[in-house]
């Protein structure tokens, strides 16, 4: 069985840094798309990054140059570093990985941004 598991949320004051990590089990992150998706309350679930197979990387344009994707094959785990935090990017951080038609999902870490 595929399992995801997310750390490193937590609560961190405006201005301030996470760095959350996503340990797969089960599947090699480096064959997936991997991805960071982010929902907050009362909103939909968004894409926050993201990483192809082929190493490509996208970024919500929220997001773009405060936050880093990056991934250690050798630990077979996706980080997502997270700088210049704000109030709105408070939400459950899920790790995602899809492969031709297979989805699978964490179960997610709270990141609280507020002071």
């Known amino acids: 069985q595929v399992h995801l598991v997310e750390s490193g949320g937590g609560l961190v004051q405006p201005g301030g840094s996470l760095r959350l990590s996503c340990a797969a089990s089960?599947?090699?992150?480096?064959?997936?798309?991997m991805g960071w998706y982010r929902q907050a309350p009362g909103k939909q679930r968004e894409l926050v990054a993201s990483?192809?197979?082929?190493?490509?990387?996208n970024y919500a344009d929220s997001v773009a140059g405060r936050f880093t994707i990056s991934r250690d094959n050798a630990k077979n785990t996706v980080l997502l570093q997270m700088n210049s935090l704000r109030p709105e990017d408070t939400a459950v951080y899920y790790c995602?990985?899809?492969?031709?038609?297979?989805?699978?999902w964490g179960k997610g870490t709270l990141v609280t941004v507020s002071s």
């Open positions: 995602n990985a899809k492969y031709h038609g297979l989805d699978y």
């Open positions: 990483i192809s197979s082929g190493a490509v990387k």
């Open positions: 089960r599947i090699i992150v480096s064959l997936y798309d």
